[in-house]
Every structure is written in structure tokens, then in C-alpha cells.
């Protein structure tokens, strides 16, 4: 059963580091090796993998995203929120992540990231984890 | 094994709504806990989540992506439907999505839509279902 | 455990074909059906599916790409590669397909691409295979 994680977005948009507590339900999980799967039940923020050292590369790709999909522009849909469902889907909803020796095991320069495009606001992810 | 659905495009570009589709796979399936997996084989169509209330969403992504990626531009493939292929990419071609008590659960928002950038046409994706 | 292949990009941007090398992970595994789960531990690389025929599609995407999110812009990352970091962010990091038969099962057009925004590089693809 999927383990929902709790995730505090404090811009409109932003690019919340969410690797630790993943991390934390693989570990409590006790896979050793296998799959990690996480999956955003919302549709005006998404996830994304990208460089955790530099916070400078975070704010490249929210602006480049910005310019891309400017917030206003000739949308019809009536809560004004159209650039962060283009966005979301632009980035993808779901990912899968490999386990080994019960850690997550991604890229040394990899974070994981929940890409609010509509915040601030409260959001949730859900982690799954399965042996391959 | 993976069970195909076939879609029907109406549109050259549409967001077909296929969550019925994928959940009726699922419930057939008989797995309670898990994943369900969703791969379109094609290259100028892709798959993505979005909202499933107000159909100005998916008018709105659908103009955005045509304003990024033009369907007229510098394109050297013969069969002049590049900007279809690059928007696959962008959307992508596969998912993965959780299962609880039998039914696939997305957030409240959520529908399963296949992105159709070159139709109208007949398309295929392919679910499998998965204990975890 | 996922098992690692090794890809040689030539260019700065490319997609490099690396099917034939994630078919034989999947041959030499001996699932017969199930999922393979392809991953780019890096953050100027990501993955993609697409035409496998016309290489000009290829350079469709590329150009595109680079077209939306040009090498020179107005970012602050040091490295002055953040394009190639939105561009990784666009394609994804992480896909899955589908295996019947002891085989990949993808679309008769569909190929499997390194998509390589910061080369040439040395590159490191983590390929895993679970029955379902």
C-alpha cells in the first residue's frame, strides 16, 4: 500500500526537495532491492529529478519554465491556473526509482523534487516500494 | 501480460479521457494492492494525467504545446509531422499509477488522457497490472 | 539489482540510440513477462522514446528543444549549463516498458534514446527487469 508523504510548498512556484523523506519510507519499507515508486495525486504540481547541489539550477528551470508558459496568456480555463497544468504535465506526475541494499540509489548529483506551480499550499505524494 | 485498449481520436491534436478504460483493466485484473502500468507504442501520440472536470484544461494545454511546438516550422522529417513527435516526447509514453482495494486511485482531479498530436486515428496502449 | 550499461555521446545535444543495449539486459535476465525499467542517474541527461526510422526526426526533436530552451540565456547556474538541466527535466528520467516473451515489447516505430544536452559524454544507464 502507497505511503502518503506530507510536502509544504511556501511559493507560487517552487521546486520542494523531497528526496529525505522518500528516502525515509524506503527505509522503514525494508526492500532490499528493488523499485521506488512516487506518484502526485494533484494536477497543478508534478515531479521532477534535477541537480540537488547548486539551488541556481532550480531557479533556471523554474523561470525557463515561466518564460515557456507564461502565467497569463489566452486561456479559457476559468480559474486562471492554465500555466501550472501545462506545467505539471511538462515535468510528469509519476516516477520510478531504484532501490539497492534497502536505499534509494540515484545519481550523485540527483534530488528529488516536487514542482509546485500553484502554491503556496499543502500537497501530498504517494511512495510505493516493491522488490524486483 | 499486457492487455491492449484501443482509443479512437477524433481530433489532429485531442486529450482523449481513457481513465474508464484503464480502470475496467484494472478491476478485471483481480490484483488488490499494487501498480498499474500504461505504455502507448506509438511516436506521435503520448500519455499524460491532467484534470478531468473542466474540458478548458485540456483545450489550454493543447494550444499551449501548439504555440511551444508549431506545427509549420524548420522540420526536415518527410512526413511533416515533427512537431507531433517532439510533443510526445514532452508528455511522455509511459505511466505508473497506484492501486488500492482493487481500483486504481488517483487524486480527486485526475484522469488518464492519451495525447494525441497526429489523428484522428486509431491508437493503442497497453496496461498491466502489478502486486507490490 | 539493476545492471548498468555504458553510452558514449558524440555530440553536445544527441539522441543516441541505446535499444539493442536495454534488449539485452532483458534477454540475458529471462523474464518471460513483465517490466523493464529504464533510469539516468544524471541531470543533463534524461530518456526518451521515439522514431527509430528517420533519423531526421531525431534532429527534429533536438532542434526543437533547443529552440525552447536555448544554451544562452538569462541563468545564474555556474556551470552555464542549466538549458541542458530544463531539457533533461522535459524528456525524463526514468521510463518503463513493457516485456512479453523474454523480449521488449515496444511499438513497431519506437526506439529508445539517451538524451544526451551536455556532451560528449561518458553515460550510465541502470536497466532493471521484473516479472508481473
Known amino acids: 500500500m502507497a505511503q502518503q508523504i506530507e510536502v ?3 511559493s507560487h512556484a517552487e521546486l520542494v526537495d523531497i528526496t529525505a523523506q522518500v528516502q525515509q519510507v524506503v527505509s522503514q519499507h525494508g526492500v532490499a532491492t528493488g523499485l521506488c515508486h512516487v506518484f502526485v495525486p494533484h494536477t497543478t504540481a508534478g515531479l521532477t529529478l534535477n541537480e540537488n547541489w547548486d539551488p541556481a539550477v532550480r531557479r533556471d528551470v ?9 502565467w497569463d496568456g489566452d486561456y479559457q480555463h476559468g480559474e486562471g491556473n492554465s500555466a501550472a497544468h501545462v506545467k505539471a504535465s511538462l515535468m510528469g506526475f509519476s516516477h520510478t526509482l531504484p532501490v539497492e541494499n534497502g536505499r534509494l540509489t540515484l545519481g550523485s548529483w540527483q534530488g528529488i523534487y516536487l514542482a509546485e506551480f500553484d502554491g503556496p499550499r499543502r500537497r501530498r505524494v504517494w511512495v510505493s516500494v516493491f522488490q524486483t
Not at 523554474?62 to 507564461?70: A, G, H, I, Q, R
Open 62 to 70: 523554474l523561470l525557463t519554465l515561466d518564460k515557456l508558459v507564461p
Open 8 to 10: 509544504r510548498s511556501r
